[in-house]
């Protein structure tokens, strides 16, 4: 299994700043994004020692994966296909705070249950563990995804991660996937 796993929700966009459902929309990062996936990096620097990096294959995941890599001088980004954002369908573009919580609840999960998310995290993270025993990745991915994976994962509901930000786990989190 991998020895340490580092997961790296992409930076700001414009549709983050605004608070508009995301899902698949394919958006770049903002100024402000950049600017968070370069502080990513540089806190990654300082953890430790990094050998891979994976991406979500959208646009605002991959661009904060190859700052990421670049900061890192990791000479690849592996876009993995399972850990693109939920398909949030129709709902996509909505206002989050358009909606009270069971209207919303009901559009997010309208196309893409949280089951199928979890069930696909878990495959990406199980492929990326079993490609790199024994080395210390990096996943670059998308807030949804995420939070329902690594719940899966740990056995308990995992916070929201924030743009930019990192969650970083020890390989025995793999152990019970």
């Known amino acids: 299994m991998v020895m340490k796993c580092a997961f790296v929700r992409h930076g700001r966009t414009e549709w983050n700043k605004k608070r508009l459902l995301q899902g698949r929309t394919d958006n770049p990062l903002s100024a402000e994004g950049y600017f968070e996936a370069t502080k990513a990096a540089q806190s990654l620097q300082r953890i430790g020692h990094w050998h891979a990096v994976y991406s979500s294959p959208l646009m605002r995941s991959v661009q904060t994966a190859q700052r990421i890599a670049e900061i890192l001088a990791i000479a690849r980004v592996h876009k993995q296909a399972d850990l693109v954002e939920r398909d949030f369908g129709p709902a996509e573009g909505i206002h989050l705070g358009d909606f009270d919580d069971e209207t919303r609840n009901e559009l997010i999960c309208a196309v893409e249950t949280d089951q ?22 990096i996943l670059v991915g998308h807030g949804a995804l995420f939070r329902l994976g690594l719940s899966a994962a740990l056995g308990y509901d995992h916070p929201p991660i924030f743009n930019g930000d990192i969650c970083e786990f020890p390989s025995e989190m793999f152990q019970n996937i």
């Open 116 to 137: 199928e998310v979890q069930d696909r995290a878990l495959h990406a993270f199980r492929y990326i563990a079993e490609r790199h025993r024994g080395k210390n990745v």
